[in-house]
């Protein structure tokens, strides 16, 4: 399992090509707007390959201690373990 921010630059790339990988990626952004712009560049980028099930939106706000604190305790509600967190 792999954490990225993801709606640009290097963490939308090393989403992507996690996921073209078979990686499963959760995809850090604060709306759920921003995480499926990014899941559609991705499809668009990788026309062909079934990204959808390997991208999972996880609501990520860096703003204070407590967002960042339910982020992280919703990924350990759904993952037993995380194998990559990247900026």
């Known amino acids: 399992t792999r954490c990225v921010r993801c709606s ?3 963490g939308f790339q ?3 090509q996690l996921a073209k990988r078979g990686a499963k990626v959760y995809l850090g952004c ?3 707007l921003k995480a499926q712009d990014a899941i559609a560049r991705m499809r668009k980028a ?3 390959l079934d990204l959808e099930a390997r991208l999972v939106w996880l609501p990520l ?3 204070t201690v407590k967002l960042s604190k339910k982020a992280g305790e919703e990924l350990a509600s759904k993952e037993t373990r995380l194998d990559i967190l990247s900026e």
């Open 8 to 10: 640009s630059g290097v």
């Open 14 to 16: 090393t989403a992507l």
């Open 30 to 32: 604060r709306t759920e």
């Open 46 to 48: 990788s026309p062909g």
């Open 61 to 63: 706000d860096l703003s």
